[in-house]
């Protein structure tokens, strides 16, 4: 059966909770479970050796979002007023999970957060706020129940995203970010924009399966199954690649 590692974000201890906690939504579980997959959580850790013995357990990687951004000096810049929370334990853990996970040519999925801190991964920037930076930018953080879209992404044809979707050009989506991707990193192109010229989607066309989606497909996927397909793409792709090794 396949694994995919999913990365967790951190709750800090607080009054009638004595210890920090990982935490991850059930959602994101139960998505990669209905792609046939098993799902293996992901605590933090710092050593490089113990970050490549989970790699070896692993076929295929899923970073997750979070309530939080990713810091500015990773991009070469200074945090400005609009920057929100950083969690610098679980950006540095996911960069190297990233970066080892590229080394070994692992499947690779971001979702939200996950997608900007891969962009980050490549050398690339990203819009601080967007509300702030981008000019005639829509709200793209949905006053309602993020089980339900909000915008349209227009896919680029022919790219990977496009395959996961059924060779679709457009996608209804929920959206809960403020920052985006600015300059995609190098060797990444980017599938998918929404209307205002956000960027919701990136990827890597040289690699068997990279890519980076800035909503959430795991909250959508019960009733929409072209969000469940991101899933099943990623899980098809880390049974090739294992089947070929």
Request: net charge negative.
């Given at each position: 059966m396949?694994?995919?590692?999913?990365?967790?974000?951190?709750?800090?201890?607080?009054?009638?909770?004595?210890?920090?906690?990982?935490?991850?939504?059930?959602?994101?579980?139960?998505?990669?479970?209905?792609?046939?997959?098993?799902?293996?959580?992901?605590?933090?850790v710092s050593?490089?050796?113990?970050?490549?013995?989970?790699?070896?357990?692993l076929?295929?990687?899923?970073?997750?979002?979070?309530?939080?951004?990713?810091?500015?000096?990773?991009?070469?810049?200074?945090?400005?007023?609009?920057?929100?929370?950083?969690?610098?334990?679980?950006?540095?853990?996911?960069?190297?999970?990233?970066?080892?996970?590229?080394?070994?040519?692992?499947p690779?999925?971001?979702?939200?957060?996950?997608?900007?801190?891969?962009?980050?991964?490549?050398?690339?920037?990203?819009?601080q706020?967007?509300l702030?930076?981008?000019?005639?930018?829509?709200?793209h953080?949905?006053?309602?129940?993020?089980?339900k879209t909000?915008?349209?992404?227009?896919?680029?044809?022919?790219?990977?995203?496009?395959?996961c979707l059924?060779?679709?050009s457009?996608?209804e989506?929920?959206?809960?970010?403020?920052?985006?991707?600015?300059r995609?990193?190098?060797?990444?192109?980017v599938?998918?924009?929404?209307?205002?010229?956000?960027?919701?989607?990136?990827?890597d066309?040289?690699?068997?399966?990279?890519?980076?989606?800035?909503?959430?497909?795991?909250?959508?996927a019960?009733?929409?199954?072209?969000?469940?397909?991101?899933?099943?793409?990623?899980?098809?792709?880390a049974?090739?690649?294992?089947?070929h090794?």
């Amino acid at each position: 059966m396949i694994v995919v590692g999913l990365t967790v974000d951190l709750e800090a201890a607080a009054k009638g909770r004595p210890a920090d906690n990982y935490v991850l939504r059930v959602p994101y579980v139960k998505w990669v479970q209905r792609a046939g997959a098993l799902a293996f959580m992901l605590p933090y850790v710092s050593d490089r050796a113990h970050v490549e013995a989970y790699l070896d357990r692993l076929d295929a990687l899923v970073v997750t979002g979070g309530y939080f951004d990713v810091p500015a000096e990773l991009y070469g810049e200074r945090s400005g007023a609009r920057m929100g929370t950083i969690k610098q334990s679980r950006t540095d853990f996911e960069l190297a999970l990233i970066r080892g996970a590229i080394d070994v040519r692992m499947p690779i999925l971001g979702v939200c957060g996950g997608m900007q801190l891969l962009n980050v991964a490549y050398g690339g920037t990203l819009h601080q706020d967007i509300l702030e930076e981008i000019a005639g930018a829509k709200e793209h953080e949905q006053g309602v129940d993020p089980r339900k879209t909000f915008h349209a992404v227009d896919v680029l044809e022919g790219s990977r995203l496009a395959a996961c979707l059924g060779g679709s050009s457009n996608i209804e989506v929920n959206s809960t970010h403020h920052q985006a991707v600015k300059r995609p990193g190098e060797g990444l192109i980017v599938s998918g924009r929404s209307p205002d010229g956000v960027i919701e989607g990136i990827e890597d066309p040289s690699r068997p399966f990279l890519l980076g989606v800035q909503w959430h497909p795991e909250l959508l996927a019960d009733e929409h199954p072209a969000q469940q397909s991101i899933c099943g793409a990623l899980v098809e792709a880390a049974l090739a690649a294992k089947t070929h090794r």
